[in-house]
């Protein structure tokens, strides 16, 4: 295009009129540079710009020749390209360049085509009819509208990469108006200045200035509707990407709650399968796991798994003794070891306290179950370090295999517990269940229902045992027996009933209300007789009862409020309960002792004493269990037994008791090793207490047993065996 415009520029400066210079073309030549500079127009939504040069253009044509338009048309390109650099408008040189060659160019193209068309000069048209005047106007505005908008469409399309077509269309199609209108008011212009009509060159100048202003405000108008357009659009682009943030923003949040909400939910749900202390598996996550070994055993009848029930020995001692922190420190240890003990596959839970489950999967047999018991009994018993010291502990387990039979998971583990109280019954480490099991566990679960009803219902009596003095066959007190005064069965023994209530803890109630029941009876005997003021009253207390450390209180208060003489009140315990734990018991003797009562060891000989131990229990008398006393007879091992315990009585400054005294032969024994009390069928049975308001009533009755040279017979020390006094 450049070269083009410059051939047609080289081709103007070697043609052009020099005689045709004048003030006119001046001033033709300065008005369209200066209307071009500031009287222009950008179309809307365009980069074209309309002056009214255009039109001046065309008139300089008509009046003084092609070579004057396109020197001005050149000119006012350039003046009007200078224009936008002074306003700041990044325009190139070359671009300068190129606007310059498409004036030139197009104005250059218009003077050939009007020349070929009408085939007369320019300047002279306006010698032409009004028709043939009108017709070379409109070839003149088309001409000129089609080669400029043509040229500018390349450019413009090779810039934007948009078609031809596109561009033309978009960008120049409209100002085919403004040349329509140019080539008019350059036509109208001509005709006025040839027919002087000044008046009538004024209207022409005053309605082109009408005109050309109308279309101005026009086109401002549209541009600030436009630019109102815009302004609303960027608003609304701008409410519209607030949104999408606020949007993104509550999303971001609720995304965050749910993930709060999830992390709270999995917690939740890790704190209702897990136990605190441990973090194991509780019930809950076990049963469910056991449920779906049920399942598989359903499906596949081979397969075969086991549960193991575990429960720590003596573990109520260690947490009562040693205190909460200490215990909660074993039951940890426990868990590690046994945590360490099983495969992938298998679980371990803690459910309460000291109680452990487990499943055994893939097992091939009973053994399997036993190998594994009896590893855990190896690994609990080694000793655990805690706190400084060595705490010992064992364990009790029940073992129940699972199988299809099995409907819920809670059954195979409550026979897995009937094993385990059956191991820590029979002191073995572990028993497996067996259904026989069952049955006596469904019995004794009605039996600990009966003596609730039973204590509820006051049918607990007491009963009471004379106990004698064997130098001078008087009455020294009465040991207190608990029976179950049952609607249907009658009286029932203790011994089938104790055990339940010692295993529920119902113990506790019973004891200390036979305690209390059997202080307020001897209390009113004593008040009856002055004779019954040195009566004792012995009553039992289970070793359950015994490791309680709220006991000593308990009985402070029973015989506070009972107002009965301490020295009047002996406690029995068993051998087992003091030595379980010797060294709390020693401590729990003393606190008893200083309340005043006596205290003394049931049933000595069945357990397993240490000798060592003993000396240091602050005891007053030891009670020969009746196995011994029943089948004590000259020579026998039973014999030597009492004499032993006698003898080791009488080095420990102890009294001792015989029970079970049923014959005067075992009598005259019993005081020939000078024992000196003695209890037993002989004297009386157990009975209720208004049949011992009649032995009261007679309380010589039993020196009537021995003849009378025998009365104040009784051995004075030990050399004197049972050897003799049979000869
Ligand atoms: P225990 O404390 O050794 O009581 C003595 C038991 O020997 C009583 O049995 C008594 O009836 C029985 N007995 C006494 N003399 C003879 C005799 O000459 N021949 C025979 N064959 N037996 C005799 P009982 O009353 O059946 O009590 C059994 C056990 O039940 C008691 O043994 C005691 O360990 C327990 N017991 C009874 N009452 C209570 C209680 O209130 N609390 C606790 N913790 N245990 C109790
Ligand atoms: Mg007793
Ligand atoms: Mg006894």
Known sequence: ??????????????????????????????????????????????????????????????????????????????????????????????????????????????????????????????????????????????????????????FISIKSEKSLWEVWNEYCLNALVIYAAGAGFAGVSVKALHQIDMVLFAVVIGFASLLFMTYRRYVDDVKQTAAKAEQAERERAEQAEKHVEELQHHIAEQEKTSEALRESRERFRHAAYHDTLTDLPNRNKFIETLQFQIEKAKHNPQYRFAVLFLDLNRFKTINESLGHSVGDQLILHVAHRLMNLVGKKDLVARFSGDEFAIILTKISGAEDAAQFAELIKQKISSPFTIEGRQIFTSVSIGIAFGNALYKQAEDVLRDADIAMYHAKESKHTYEIFNPTMHARAVTLLQLETDLRHAIERNELIVYYQPIIDLKNMQLRGFEALMRWSHPQRGIVPPNEFIPVSEETGLIIPMTLWILRESCEQLVKWQQRNPLNGLLMISVNLSGKHFARPDLVQQVKQILDETKINPKCVKLELTESAVMDNAETAIEMLKQLRALGVQLSIDDFGTGYSSLSYLHRFPIDMLKVDRSFVSTMEEGTENGEIVRTIISLAKTLKLNVVAEGIESIHQLHQLRVLGCEYGQGFLFSRPIPSHEIDKILDDRNRWQRILPESNLNFMNQGDEISLLHLSQ
């Open 1 to 154: 295009m450049i070269p083009m415009g410059v051939f047609v520029l080289v081709w103007t400066g070697y043609n052009f009129p020099l005689d045709k210079i004048n003030t006119g073309m001046i001033a033709l030549s300065v008005v369209t540079v200066f209307f071009s500079s500031f009287l222009r127009i950008q179309l809307p939504r365009t980069k074209i710009h309309l002056t009214i040069s255009d039109a001046l253009v065309f008139l300089s044509m008509l009046i003084y020749g092609s070579e004057t338009a396109i020197v001005l048309a050149a000119l006012e390109s350039l003046f009007t390209s200078l224009n936008f650099r002074n306003k700041g408008i990044t325009i190139k040189p070359k671009t300068i360049c190129l606007n310059i060659a498409i004036a030139a160019v197009t104005t250059f193209a218009t003077a050939i085509a009007l020349k070929l068309l009408f085939a007369v000069p320019v300047e002279t048209v306006e010698s032409l009819g009004n028709s043939q005047f009108a017709l070379t106007l409109t070839a003149m505005a088309l001409c000129q509208f089609l080669v400029n908008s043509i040229c500018v469409s390349i």
